[in-house]
């Protein structure tokens, strides 16, 4: 079935530094890629998303580029801030229900970001 | 804007008893979640909801009933608690068509002893 395979954490950065944090999936179809961010004690927040192969996701200093030759979704950002620490989840969006009302989201299993000052 | 709100933030249970995890949402929203969040494992779907008198079961849907009698109400009963369902509970909203996003509630901590 559908999956999402995110790199393990805790993610360990100095201010400044600069981030990636891995993401890949396996999909029959033709998902929608997206990362949340849950800070702590919150909800999941949407970070940001893509829809179709090449789009470029990007909101608050991350971007993300959606990769269908090597089915990847990296979440990246030039300079990470004390405030960027939190839990970042790769998502997508069940295919087989594209465009339906029962899309489902699929969760990775998340990655600690600690952004040390 | 309130969003997605659940209640309570916090309960402890004994093995066996039952109780409603409360969600409500303001925003008019046709689908509703319901999602646990346990270490190592992300978040899983329990049951979801395309509109109200329509339920569905997710991935993870033993021990768990829902209903959805109102577009704003969409509660999660746990009719006899089990130490496996301590977890952090998110019940999640978004309008009906296309990909939009997930609005999430704070969550719910429970704990089953």
């Known amino acids: 079935g559908d999956s999402v395979t995110q790199m393990e954490g805790p993610v360990t950065l100095s201010e400044e530094a600069f981030l990636t944090i891995n993401c890949t999936y396996t999909?029959?179809?033709?998902?929608?890629l997206f990362w949340y961010v849950q800070y702590p004690g919150e909800g999941l927040q949407l970070l940001l998303k893509a829809t179709k192969a090449d789009d470029k996701g990007s909101n608050k200093g991350f971007e993300a580029t959606y990769r269908k030759e090597t089915t990847s979704f990296h979440l990246e950002k030039g300079s990470v801030q004390v405030s960027d620490s939190a839990v970042y989840f790769c998502a997508l969006s069940d295919p087989s229900f594209y465009g339906g009302a029962t899309n489902k989201l699929i969760f990775g299993t998340g990655t600690l970001l600690a952004v040390q000052p | 804007n309130a969003g997605v709100t659940q209640t309570p933030k916090f309960q402890v249970l004994k093995t066996g008893q039952s109780m409603t995890l409360q969600c409500a949402q303001d925003m008019n929203h046709e689908y509703m979640s319901w999602y646990r969040q346990d270490p190592g494992m992300g978040l899983r779907l329990i049951h979801y909801?395309?509109?109200?008198?329509?339920?569905d079961q997710g991935e993870v849907p033993n021990g768990y009933n829902v209903s959805r009698s109102t577009t704003e109400d969409f509660p999660l009963r746990l009719l006899s608690a089990a130490p496996s369902q301590t977890s952090v509970y998110f019940c999640?909203?978004?309008?009906?068509?296309?990909?939009?996003?997930?609005?999430f509630g704070n969550g719910t901590r429970l704990t089953v002893t």
């Open positions: 909801s395309v509109g109200a008198g329509i339920t």
């Open positions: 999640a909203s978004r309008p009906g068509t296309g990909n939009s996003p997930l609005h």
């Open positions: 999909a029959t179809g033709y998902p929608s």
